[in-house]
């Protein structure tokens, strides 16, 4: 079986510099994060206390919840260590004409013959 993406194309324009930002993408509340030459886009919410991550800032690579300070890995979204939580992570793809977030579609059965 093999994992089907939808590929969503942003319709915002973002800065070139380091940046934490909300925005809406089918309808979810994602957040959007520019860390060095890298996008990354992540859940808006922490699983620890339901805060909004948007309103956080990255260090060392982790996105820092703004209300107890939770970090979560901008590339696995792992929590730090004894956290025991994670968030979801959404693939980001820079195109010549914009840019994509992937979305699970589910699941394709590959058939053999």
């Known amino acids: 079986m093999q994992l089907v993406m939808k590929w969503v194309k942003l319709e915002v324009t973002l800065p070139k510099h380091d940046f934490v930002h909300q925005i809406k993408v089918e309808g979810r509340k994602l957040c959007m994060v520019r860390d060095g030459n890298r996008l990354f886009s992540v859940q808006n919410n922490c699983p620890h206390a339901g ?3 948007s309103g956080g ?3 060392n690579g982790y996105l820092i919840c703004p209300i107890h300070r939770w ?3 901008l590339e696995t979204g792992r929590g730090a260590a004894g956290q025991g ?3 979801d992570v959404y693939p980001v793809e820079e195109q010549e004409d914009g840019i994509y977030i992937g979305f699970k579609a589910g699941w394709l ?3 053999f013959r």
């Open 51 to 53: 805060g909004i991550l």
């Open 57 to 59: 800032w990255c260090k």
């Open 71 to 73: 970090e979560y890995h």
């Open 85 to 87: 939580d994670y968030i």
């Open 109 to 111: 059965k590959r058939l």
